[in-house]
């Protein structure tokens, strides 16, 4: 591992020349609104270390996507026989994503690799991707990543971790898909002896500024039961609307529906992002919901996130702690308020 | 633009305008053949959901006509239609859907003159607008691009 | 503290004691800056939770349900005519629902409030007029009426229309302004100019359905973006199916509507969805010369008809 010392001045032209090479994701203003996608070819990365209004999870996993299309038209000889849509991505360099966003997609794998199955559209996305972070200096008041397994420095989902030090970046050089990164980019001055010590002095400064933090140790040890079938349920999703604007923003919300759209003869068979806050998410054809209630529903996603996922994987809960939903909720619900009294003694 | 030939979703209620069309047909009043009719128990039949719905699928116009006021099957069901066309003739034009794609019409089932007028005048409009471009659900592949 | 707060809390407090209700429906304080959280008070000890102040955005009248029994509710003006629309749509029955009035100076824009700041607030607090804002650098004292919201700064009717008490005197009523100066903007667009300008107004939206969900007038048991037989609007991300979404849902809502402001409140990406409604309640105010949830007598616009309504466009 080493770590490079890379001039602001530098920095565009670097990206440049990484172009040639990798498509380049970042975060990028659209109208009023700070996405995170693919750049246009003249376009840079917003390096300002803002929450984006949506998590990057869109660059793997995108709202929308066709996965397979047949043919309709009778007399086709492929008529009526899907075919896979999967393309395989070119090489992208995901530049600036915050150290637990990128905790949050590594965690997809999980879901979308059972060994068994493998979903090829998310993988294969996923695999494609260099993922170059950028250290949060300055925690939001809604951050409790520390809490969550990961934080503002985690370095473990990354291949390259970048430090804002004023006039320049440190970049951490991670792993060896980063080191490929950063000769195409041409970052190869090292930095100086100290740099090492710099960083870390940074990051027990950033991780000191968070100040809010959840416990999940006593949800481990119940029961899926005794969590279940508590009776705070009715008074901690009551304000709920069941809208779908958590798990939209969420990093670590991957459910989604397919659908079929028939267009000219052709039928598109497509994937696109759902919530478990809809009715129609759990509705069977038989008529049957087994979540007919908002209450299920929104017990549902807490109970998910953070039990089931704990029991099932060991990889702690399926939350980072970014702190979206807080601060989009229309009705005010806090997560950490929900995991607190889900984890208290009563 | 002359060999534009636009593709109209009409809505005629069963009782009037249905007849009118029947009875231009049997008087040989000549209009183009552009229009595509859905008959409708009533013009207060129509949700504005089924009017997007053929825009959405690519239709150039939409002309709906009912029973004149006071002649209605069922008594008041186009008074209600009225005020749901207004609401919906606002939100698309509103939208920037443009005014000359869609039309309503009172045509009363003795009116087959008046009928092949409308008829003239919507295919008229709709074809000076040439074909529709921005309300139209496009293939997945090309709202991905 | 809002001055409101503890008039709400003892009201409440008293309603429960007294067993005149079952519930108290109200907000209380967010755990977040610039929040608030719907709340259900069920005994009078839980009443001290109940809260009060610029940011109680939502319309509880959303969260009133008829098998609650009865029920009291903290309105503000617009949230009272929303209870009456209700009431007038025999979703819920006047005699079960107790309204505690508030005249309503206002509720801020959360993105307004951040915009002033600069940065992530830590602490906001009302004083009198004026917010003070908390950031990491420092304090700053914002005019409330700079943060109101749009719908909050044009209000007609802030003092509630319907109620069994009020927790103060009403508050002065504005008159004169120009409600929808940015309406007639639009308007005189071409129609490519309209069209270009909602598409990037809109091509934010997720479709997570907050604005849908915040909104009390929907509340049809299936909604029609839902319904698969014929499936009337796709679920991707479409911009047609976007902006059908949103046209239909703006002429559901028209006649109905009473400018509270939840849906956009609620939207997470900002999108403007009461642009759509706002031109259906002018269209309601021009042609027929109505306006929504003023008194119990009123049908709805869709609902009624005049012989002479205008028809100037029909042929």
């Avoid at chain 2, 186009?78 to 019409?105: C, V």
């Avoid at chain 2, 409009?125 to 991905?144: D, H, N, T, W, Y």
Wanted: aromatic share 8%; net charge negative.
């Amino acid at each position: 591992m080493t770590i490079l010392t890379i001039d602001r001045t530098s920095w565009n032209a670097g990206l440049d020349r990484a172009r040639g090479d990798y498509t380049l994701v970042g975060s990028a203003w659209d109208a009023d609104c700070l996405g995170f996608r693919e750049l246009a070819p003249d376009e840079y990365p917003n390096m300002e270390g803002l929450l984006t209004r949506l998590s990057p999870k869109g660059v793997v996993f995108p709202p929308s996507q066709i996965m397979m299309t047949c043919a309709l038209k009778p007399g086709d000889v492929k008529q009526n026989i899907y075919v896979s849509e999967e393309k395989l991505p070119s090489p992208r360099a995901v530049i600036g994503i915050r150290p637990c966003d990128a905790k949050a997609l590594s965690l997809m794998p999980l879901n979308f690799d059972t060994g068994e199955t493998k979903d090829p559209y998310v993988l294969n996305a996923w695999e494609s991707c260099t993922w170059i972070g950028l250290a949060v200096t300055e925690p939001l008041a809604s951050d409790f990543s520390t809490s969550c397994g990961t934080g503002p420095f985690d370095e473990s989902p990354l291949d390259v971790l970048l430090v804002d030090d004023g006039e320049r970046y440190l970049a951490k050089v991670i792993t060896d898909k980063g080191t490929a990164w950063a000769r195409s980019a041409g970052f190869e001055t090292e930095a100086e002896e100290g740099a090492e010590a710099l960083i870390k002095t940074k990051k027990e400064a950033a991780e000191r500024a968070i100040t809010s933090a959840i416990s999940f140790d006593r949800i481990k040890e119940k029961t899926v039961l005794e969590l279940y079938e508590a009776n705070h349920w009715q008074k901690t999703t009551f304000a709920c609307l069941n809208c779908g604007a958590c798990t939209f923003a969420c990093p670590t919300c991957w459910c989604f529906d397919i659908q079929d759209e028939v267009y000219e003869g052709k039928s598109y068979r497509m994937r696109n992002w759902d919530s478990c806050m809809t009715s129609l998410f759990t509705q069977h054809g038989s008529g049957h919901n087994p979540r007919e209630t908002p209450l299920q529903r929104t017990r549902q996603r807490f109970m998910h996130k953070l039990k089931y996922f704990q029991d099932k994987y060991e990889t702690g809960i399926m939350c980072v702690g970014c702190g979206r939903c807080i601060e989009q909720c229309p009705a005010g619900i806090d997560i950490r308020e929900v995991c607190k009294t889900m984890n208290s003694q009563a | 633009m002359s060999s534009f030939e636009p593709k109209i979703i009409t809505f005629l209620c069963n009782w009037c305008s249905y007849g009118a069309a029947d009875l231009a047909g049997v008087s040989r009043f000549q209009y183009p053949p552009h229009m595509r009719v859905i008959r409708v128990p009533c013009s207060g039949r129509i949700s504005p959901k089924m009017v997007l719905a053929a825009l959405r699928k690519g239709a150039d116009g939409v002309w709906i006509s009912g029973c004149h006021p006071g002649d209605c099957h069922y008594i008041e069901g186009n008074y209600y239609a009225r005020r749901k066309f207004t609401l919906l003739k606002e939100i698309l034009e509103f939208n920037g859907i443009e005014p000359g794609r869609l039309h309503f019409s009172w045509i009363s089932s003795a009116e087959g003159v008046k009928f092949a007028e409308v008829a003239n005048r919507v295919i008229d409009e709709v074809k000076q607008l040439g074909p529709a471009r921005v309300f139209i659900k496009k293939s997945p592949e090309e709202s991905a691009a | 503290m809002n001055r409101y707060t503890e008039t709400i809390q003892t009201l409440a407090a008293k309603l429960l004691e007294t067993g005149d209700v079952k519930t108290v429906l109200g907000f209380k304080r967010g755990t977040f800056p610039l929040t608030t959280e719907p709340f259900l008070a069920t005994t009078p000890a839980d009443t001290g939770e109940l809260y009060w102040d610029v940011n109680c955005r939502l319309n509880l009248a959303t969260y009133l349900k008829k098998e609650m029994g009865k029920v009291a509710v903290v309105a503000k003006g617009c949230d009272t005519r929303n209870i009456l629309v209700h009431i007038t749509e025999n979703r819920i029955k006047r005699e079960d629902v107790v309204i505690i009035g508030v005249p309503c100076t206002g509720m801020i824009e959360v993105k307004k409030a951040t915009e002033m700041a600069g940065g992530d607030i830590l602490y906001a607090t009302e004083q009198g007029e004026e917010m003070i804002l908390t950031t990491a650098g420092e304090e700053i004292r914002v005019p409330k009426a700079q943060l109101l919201r749009q719908n909050c700064a044009l209000c007609a009717h802030p003092n509630p229309v319907i109620y069994d008490m009020l927790v103060a005197d009403p508050v002065p009523v504005q008159t004169g302004m120009d409600r929808y100066a940015d309406i007639r903007e639009i308007d005189a667009k071409t129609s490519d100019a309209k069209w270009a300008f909602f598409d990037e107004a809109f091509s934010a939206c997720t479709r997570c359905y907050a604005c849908r969900n915040a909104c009390p007038l929907c509340y049809c048991p299936t909604c029609f973006v839902d319904e698969s037989r014929p499936q009337w609007v796709g679920k991707g991300t479409d911009p047609v199916d976007v902006r059908t979404y949103h046209m239909l849902r703006a002429i559901h809502c028209a006649g109905r509507c009473t400018e509270c402001g939840a849906c956009e409140s609620a939207c997470p990406m900002d999108v403007p969805v009461r642009l759509l409604t706002r031109k259906m309640e002018k269209t309601v105010g021009d042609r027929w010369g109505l306006e929504a949830g003023l008194t119990l007598d009123a049908r709805p616009a869709q609902d009624i008809f005049c012989l002479d309504d205008p028809e100037e466009f029909i042929l």
